[in-house]
């Protein structure tokens, strides 16, 4: 009995604890004190970066959207005056990033689509393209494979319109151990290592035939 008068007790008191929080929405901006950058009841929007939204002890806490006078845009999930979870961001130069953050980098499974028309979708980590992801050229080209600290790293797949293609294992960026096919999977070139070791396209066949009773 007295064990589930200790759970129906718990029970209340988180409920107002739950309940006695206060939602707050508001405006904070993002600005430089004495020297240090943090988030501020006060501020100039021509200036400053500013927040729109909900807020806990004075920071971005939840859902809101953040601009700034250079023409930068997020909105989506704060956590603690950080963004965290899943939002857009909008940068000034025209990309834009669609996905999950985690301590204000990209994090997780997210698009980000250049200004020039190019396009990731896939894994990051801590910022960086990290683990399985197609980037599409806006010429059609393509990689689908893996990644790591932002590069081509890992088995993938490198395609052009043209039908060739690069298959196999991809290094720091670089060809590593690949074989390059054909519109008819013909091999035209191979990489081992990172050291070509065959090219079709330079190879040339000599036939030999008989002229004026003459080899």
Known sequence: MRYIQIIIISFYLLTFAKFGQ????????????NG???WNENGNEEKDGKYVGEIESGKPNGQGIYTSPNGKKYEGEWKNGKINGQGT????????YVGEWKNEKRHGQGA?????GNKY????????????????????????????????????????????????????????????Y????????????G?????????????LRKENGKW
Do not use: A
Not at 22 to 33: A, P
Not at 89 to 96: D, L, V
């Open 121 to 180: 979708i896939g894994k990051w980590k801590r910022g960086k393209k990290h683990g399985h992801g197609t980037y599409t050229y806006s010429s059609g080209s393509k990689y689908e494979g893996e990644w790591k600290n932002g590069k081509m790293d890992g088995p993938g797949i490198f395609s052009w319109q043209n039908g060739i293609k690069r298959v196999g294992d991809f290094r720091k960026g670089k060809l590593w151990n690949i074989t390059e």
């Open 182 to 193: 054909g519109k008819k999977e013909n091999i035209l070139k191979k990489w081992v290592n």
């Open 36 to 38: 240090k950058y943090g």
């Open 89 to 96: 961001y909008t940068y000034s130069n025209g990309n834009k």
């Open 195 to 207: 050291v070509k070791v065959v090219d079709k396209k330079r190879e040339k066949v000599l036939y």
């Open 112 to 116: 980000y689509t250049y200004s020039n």
């Open 22 to 33: 206060t939602e707050e929405t508001g405006i904070v901006f993002h600005r430089e004190v």
